[in-house]
C-alpha cells in the first residue's frame, strides 16, 4: 500500500500561481499510475492531470492545458502540480490518488478516479476573482 499527503494549497487571486505536492510513504513510489483530480463544490470529482509510471507518458484535463503541469520525484517520492494562471473556476479540493498498474505498460495513465485505490486527504485551492 502507498499512503498520499497533499500540501500547498490556499488562497490565491486570479492569474496567481500556486504549486501542490503530494508525498507518498509505504510501497515504492514508482511503481503507480500518479494522478490529481479534483471536486468543486456541487460538483463530481474530475480529474485533472496524471503522469505515468515511468513518467513517459502525461494526459491533462483539457481545461487545465497549457496552465497546469505534472512532474513527479520518485527519489523524493513526491509528486507535483504546478498550477499557473489561476481562474476562480480552479476553486476546489484536489486530491492526489495512485492507481496500480503492470510494469509491462509503462506509458498508461487512468483519467477515471474509479482506476485509482490510494487517495489522499485532499488540499483546499480557492481562487478569487
Known amino acids: 500500500q502507498v499512503q498520499l499527503v497533499e500540501s500547498g494549497g490556499g488562497l490565491v487571486q486570479a492569474g496567481g500561481s500556486l504549486r501542490l505536492s503530494c508525498a507518498a510513504s509505504?510501497?515504492?513510489?514508482?511503481?503507480?499510475?500518479m494522478g490529481w483530480f479534483r471536486q468543486g463544490p456541487g460538483k463530481e470529482r474530475e480529474f485533472v492531470a496524471a503522469?505515468?509510471?515511468?513518467?513517459?507518458?502525461?494526459d491533462y484535463a483539457d481545461s487545465v492545458k497549457g496552465r497546469f503541469t505534472i512532474s513527479r520525484d520518485n527519489a523524493k517520492n513526491t509528486m507535483y502540480l504546478q498550477m499557473n494562471k489561476l481562474k476562480p473556476e480552479d476553486t476546489a479540493v484536489y486530491y492526489c490518488?495512485?492507481?496500480?498498474?503492470?510494469?509491462?505498460?509503462?506509458?498508461?495513465?487512468?483519467?477515471?478516479?474509479?482506476?485509482?485505490?490510494?487517495w489522499g486527504q485532499g488540499t483546499q485551492v480557492t481562487v478569487s476573482s
Open positions: 490518488a495512485a492507481g496500480d498498474t503492470s510494469l509491462l505498460f509503462p506509458l498508461v495513465v487512468y483519467t477515471t478516479p474509479t482506476k485509482y485505490q490510494y
Open positions: 509505504g510501497r515504492s513510489f514508482s511503481s503507480y499510475v
Open positions: 503522469y505515468s509510471w515511468s513518467g513517459g507518458s502525461t
